[in-house]
């Protein structure tokens, strides 16, 4: 039995892991997050200890590896700017440290994080649970096995929908989320590159506070992307029946059914993380990299290569 502590308890991600350390046969022995609405850990793991004070948190760990029981694993649910000095605090505790998405907001914070892996000789592993999804690894299996190599023609949509409460939070802050491609499309992004090659070309037509748009060539596909907060984006249809998300990835004009199978990817992450098998640093480094010029490249200019949704808004 693996022990675990958990850096924000009180997030919307946060019960995924609990479920996920559970489930692997593991123990939460230990729990931070400054907001104290955490009844959720009762669910999983009521015996676990909280604190809401980093300082606290960081002597409780110290003194448990001190005493001989360190924790194997921190699991990070924190916002976005904070992945880097927490996962730093795992590796430097002694323990390996399991991210939520992004891994960090910059590149060069791979590289920082590569020395202090060196260093202390523990291990990030990160939560890219699109790679372990049954329909996309068939994908990449497919499009690996093609004996010819061609570039196919990708159209990835997402839109969920978030209310006033969204760019009132960190998350609206692009300093501390890195903005909407990354905080709600890094995954994605790691999805594209998983499946189709490395990345060539990375155009951006839109770039707002709830919407995004662009353009993104592989080693074997073209893609137009478009990202949305914005309801009025869902399609009229699944919205005139109360459908708040929309998600749709087209091959060659096929759509790619993955929308079932979710439920237990953070089960599936954690088990290959146990195994020996997770995600590392340099996993991580094409999406990273990706979202980081969209975040600060000039716009280009509308034309074939954009998404028509973006064409739509800004017509």
């Not at 693996?2 to 593991?26: C, D, Q, S, V, W």
């Not at 959720?40 to 760990?61: K, L, M, Q």
């Not at 992945?83 to 430097?92: I, K, N, P």
């Not at 323990?95 to 914070?109: G, H, M």
């Amino acid at each position: 039995m693996k022990r675990f502590a958990l850096i924000g308890a009180a997030g919307y991600i946060a019960p995924r892991h609990m479920g996920a350390i559970r489930e692997t046969g593991n123990t939460l022995v230990a729990a931070l997050d400054p907001n104290d609405s955490v009844g959720i850990i009762d669910s999983y793991f009521p015996e676990a200890d909280f604190f809401t004070e980093f300082e606290r948190f960081d002597r409780h760990v110290d003194k448990l590896r001190r005493q001989g029981h360190g924790i194997d694993f921190v699991s990070i649910c924190s916002p976005n700017y904070l992945h880097d000095s927490h996962m730093r605090f795992a590796l430097r505790s002694g323990a390996d440290a399991i991210c939520e998405k992004p891994l960090v907001l910059n590149p060069w914070n791979i590289d920082g994080l590569q020395e202090i892996e060196q260093d202390t000789g523990r291990r990030v592993n990160t939560i890219l649970q699109l790679r372990v999804h049954p329909a996309i690894f068939g994908l990449r299996d497919q499009v690996s096995a093609e004996t010819a190599a061609r570039k196919h023609e990708v159209d990835l949509t997402y839109i969920t929908s978030r209310g006033h409460w969204y760019h009132q939070s960190w998350k609206g802050d692009v300093k501390k989320s890195g903005g909407i491609a990354t905080n709600i499309g890094v995954h994605f992004f790691d999805m594209l590159h998983f499946i189709f090659g490395n990345l060539q070309e990375n155009r951006v037509h839109l770039r707002e506070d709830s919407r995004a748009a662009g353009y993104l060539e592989y080693e074997r596909a073209r893609v137009r992307w478009f990202l949305s907060l914005n309801v009025e984006d869902v399609p009229e249809a699944p919205r005139a029946n109360g459908q708040r998300t929309y998600r749709s990835i087209t091959v060659d004009g096929e759509e790619i059914e993955f929308s079932g199978g979710f439920a237990d990817l953070h089960t599936r992450s954690y088990e290959e993380i146990l195994a020996g098998n997770g995600f590392g640093l340099e996993e991580n480094r094409v999406a990273i990299e990706t979202v980081a010029h969209i975040r600060s490249t000039p716009l280009s200019a509308m034309g074939d290569e954009t998404h028509p949704r973006a064409r739509r808004v800004h017509p």
